[in-house]
């Protein structure tokens, strides 16, 4: 069931995650790696294509390492070659970007999956499995950090475009699975500072998300709340462990080979982008 990925990126994601995850095993091998630093692709243990043809020649599918607008447009070569794509969030630097990719999975009829960590937890899985029980109509969810104070995720498109673009998709897709799908947005605040969305979910439950990646200090780890009639569960991002990566990875590699499709693809990707790109309309 080994499937041979071609890793697009070598920075520092790609480095501490994505190529050691591919290297690990069983169920995908680094076939090899592409990226505009031949040099930073040189420390991934793989082989080094000057070329990303060359790449897409050498793998059966391809993982991106690499900011969202390139992203999308490598993804769209990638699928018109005929690879499997396991996708970072955001999908893409904008909604365009995001439905173009999109549409070329969809033309080319291949696997694609989102690298949406939480929901390959086994801790979030127990908590989304729960939260039915407790007649939920309402949720919280907060990630809150000093990532783009510096340090390696400081990165030029994180700053300019802030949390909700970086950490927006995990938290609207944890509310999105916990309460229902999001039908409708309503944003405030800073992009760049604190951004507070309230979200409308087709059950009739309403939700609220806290995104802040500019807090100094010690701050918790981020976390979703859900309460209902008959209760209420929590789960926070302290629980997602290693094991969160081996899962992704295996259910990748289950899809490309056995087809079928998973839920978290490129068209749930674009669905998240599309609340996000209405949540930046409103912050201006």
């Known amino acids: 069931m080994t499937v041979s990925v071609g890793l697009v990126g070598a920075g520092p994601w790609a480095e501490m995650v994505h190529a050691p995850m591919l290297a690990a095993g069983p169920y995908a091998r680094l076939a090899g790696v592409w990226a505009r630093r031949p040099e930073a692709a040189a420390r991934l243990g793989a082989p080094v294509f000057e070329k990303i043809e060359e790449l897409f020649d050498a793998c059966e599918a391809v993982l991106f390492s690499v900011p969202p607008a390139v992203q999308a447009e490598l ?3 990638a699928a018109k070659a005929g690879k499997a794509l396991l996708l970072e969030k955001p999908l893409a630097a904008d909604l365009d970007g995001a439905r173009r990719l999109a549409d070329a999975v969809g033309e080319a009829g291949v696997v694609s999956q989102m690298c949406l960590t939480w929901r390959y937890s086994a801790a979030v899985r127990a908590f989304l499995a729960r939260v039915s029980a407790v007649e939920p109509f309402g949720g919280h969810a907060a990630n809150v950090s000093g990532a783009m104070l510096g340090g390696h995720f400081a990165t030029p498109w994180r700053l300019e475009r802030g949390a909700i673009l970086d950490v927006g998709p995990h938290m ?6 916990a309460l229902g799908p999001v039908t409708g947005v309503r ?3 800073n992009p760049t500072g604190w951004v507070g969305l ?4 087709e059950t009739g439950a309403v939700s609220e998300a806290s995104l802040c990646l500019s807090a100094p200090g010690q701050t918790p780890p981020p976390h979703v709340d859900v309460y209902g009639r008959l209760g209420r569960e ?3 991002g302290s629980a997602i462990g290693p094991e969160a990566f081996s899962t992704m990875i295996a259910e990748f590699a289950t899809t490309v080979r056995g087809g079928g499709g998973h839920p978290l693809d490129a068209a749930h990707g674009l669905r998240l982008q599309e609340i996000i790109a209405s949540a930046e309309a409103q912050l201006g």
């Open 234 to 236: 929590s789960v926070d």
């Open 187 to 189: 944003a405030h605040g």
């Open 75 to 77: 993804g769209v070569l």
């Open 172 to 177: 609207i897709d944890m509310l999105d699975a």
């Open 198 to 201: 309230l979200l409308e979910h």
